[in-house]
């Protein structure tokens, strides 16, 4: 009795160490509905960066147990169904749920304090309310701000409101005024929505019927400046707005300011169109390079179209003027301007086990219309390339004997411009014969055996290389898993 006794106390002793809840899926559920706001990390026990995570996220855990935070962790190794219900593409993946149904990335640091800063702010209340007198501070209390004007028993609008706020809550502040007299004196009708800004035109107002997905839409076409600013924050958003980007490379703020009103006539005349934005040529300066333009002479000016990768510099013997770039943006609006495309020299052979593409020749390699194309996007400084590169070696040579079928390519992307787009290094793709317009991209094992069993069961002639057996089983242990720390594959050029 007595052993038992000291054996469950010790146990229990064991099982309070950690403020970190293990969540499997009979309970995941659970916890995250009993408690308002949770912060998940999704891991795997063999990933490096959730090994260096673990101490930082103990601490934050302890100390965010007394507001009544919850932090908890999902082995995805046992939980793989819980883990692909939510998302989790790499680890360690971490989310802060309220409820099951609002679900945000967490976007901050690793560390500690980060994650007990951010926290205690999500804690906080999404809208601050405010009064006529609190009003005027906040509406300048940061670039962007959302005042919601609605009557104090108008419950519909202060939920759709607050709502909205929950999900944007990382992007802008939200203030509420229920005073009916203040809405007056701004000049709007309950209810609605004034976004005051410390640009352009200075304030915005929402007054249609409030609906969550319509204020979002407001919020985000209001909040972006005419001519913006790139930088870590805004470059994806940029990428991934559809439509081509123009740069404005200047050294100092005043600079770029002065060239952001100088250029917002073009801006305005291609709003929706074409984004404009200055990029700081001090702290960004290299990714002028990418652009085909020469980095140092500034300021500089180069439109991106980014869906097509395609680059047009303009030319840096010319003064950036709003005359001379109204011009060039209306011709490259017209098509009329030629891309830039960056190549090293075509190779005067081909000699070696793996063929090099480069820009000039990409087309005719590439796009061989009767060969299988396996094709490596990589950088020279990154590590993963280079640790693949003898296997790489291997794999042409084992291709040598049926290069009419197929061809093992590789294309330094940094110094080429290529069609792709291409997100980490290295990117394998596979152009099939006859069916160039879709190449596979492939996410398997970074072995000679991975890559020979793929191209087989894959590629469009089926070609067997029987690699030697005893070779690829040894590689095999070595494979790397599917999903890798996602830190080491992708290099952020901003
Ligand atoms: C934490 O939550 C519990 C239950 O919801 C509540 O009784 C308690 O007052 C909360 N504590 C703090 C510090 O908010
Ligand atoms: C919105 O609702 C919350 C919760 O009921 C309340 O505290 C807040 O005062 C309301 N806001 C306005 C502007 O009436
Ligand atoms: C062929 O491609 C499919 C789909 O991408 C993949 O599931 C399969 O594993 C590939 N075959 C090999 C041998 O890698």
Not at 99 to 108: F, N
Not at 193 to 204: A, H, Q, S
Not at 404 to 425: C, E, M
Request: with cysteine.
């Amino acid at each position: 009795m007595r052993t038992a006794a000291l054996f469950s106390l010790a146990f229990a002793a064991l099982a309070a160490a950690s403020d970190v809840a293990d969540l499997k899926k009979d309970t995941f559920n659970d916890h995250i509905e009993s408690h308002e706001l949770v912060l998940a990390e999704f891991f795997a026990p063999w990933c490096g960066h959730c090994k260096a995570l673990a101490p930082e996220y103990e601490e934050a855990a302890t100390t965010l147990k007394e507001k009544n935070i919850s932090l908890v962790k999902v082995d995805c190794t046992e939980q793989a169904d819980l883990c692909q219900e939510h998302g989790v593409e790499g680890y360690p993946t971490l989310k802060v749920f309220r409820g099951l149904k609002s679900v945000q990335a967490y976007p901050g640091a690793r560390k500690s304090a980060a994650i007990i800063s951010y926290m205690t702010k999500q804690a906080l209340p999404a809208v601050s309310v405010l009064d006529k007198d609190t009003l005027k501070d906040f509406k300048t209390s940061d670039s962007v701000v959302l005042v919601g004007y609605f009557g104090a028993d108008d419950k519909a609008s202060n939920e759709t409101f607050t709502a909205v706020a929950d999900s944007l809550r990382d992007s802008y502040l939200f203030g509420a005024i229920s005073d009916e007299s203040v809405a007056k004196a701004e000049g709007v009708e309950q209810p609605s929505i004034v976004l005051y800004k410390t640009f352009d035109e200075g304030k915005n107002t929402f007054d249609k019927k409030f609906d969550e997905e319509a204020i979002k839409k407001f919020a985000k076409a209001a909040a972006t400046p005419l001519v913006g600013e790139v930088g870590p924050d805004t470059y994806q958003g940029y990428m991934s707005a559809g439509i081509p980007l123009a740069y404005i490379f200047a050294e100092t703020e005043e600079e770029r300011k002065e060239l952001a009103k100088e250029l917002k006539s073009v801006a305005e005349t291609y709003k929706g169109k074409i984004n404009f934005a200055t990029i700081d040529a001090k702290a960004f300066g290299q990714h002028a390079s990418n652009l085909n333009l020469e980095v140092g002479k500034w300021p500089a000016f180069a439109i991106q179209d980014t869906a097509k990768n395609q680059k047009y510099p303009f030319d840096q013997g010319k003064k950036v003027t709003v005359k001379d770039i109204t011009a060039f943006v209306d011709e490259f609006s017209s098509g009329k301007v030629k891309p830039s495309i960056k190549s090293e020299p075509t190779p005067e052979n081909q000699d070696g086990p793996v063929t090099i593409i480069v820009a000039n020749n990409y087309d005719e390699i590439v796009m061989d219309d009767k060969k299988d194309v396996l094709v490596e996007f990589y950088a020279p400084w990154c590590g993963h390339c280079k640790a693949l590169a003898p296997k790489y070696d291997e794999l042409g040579e084992l291709f040598k004997p049926f290069a009419d079928k197929v061809t093992i390519a590789k294309v330094d992307a940094t110094l080429n411009d290529v069609p792709d787009d291409i997100q980490g290094f290295p990117t394998i793709k596979l152009f099939l014969a006859g069916k160039k317009s879709e190449p596979l991209t492939y996410s398997g094992g970074r072995t000679v055996e991975d890559l020979t069993a793929w191209i087989k069961e894959n590629g469009s002639h089926k070609v067997d290389v029987s690699a030697d057996k005893k070779e690829a089983t040894e590689e095999k242990k070595e494979a790397k898993p599917a999903v890798v720390d996602i830190d080491d594959e992708i290099h952020d050029e901003l």
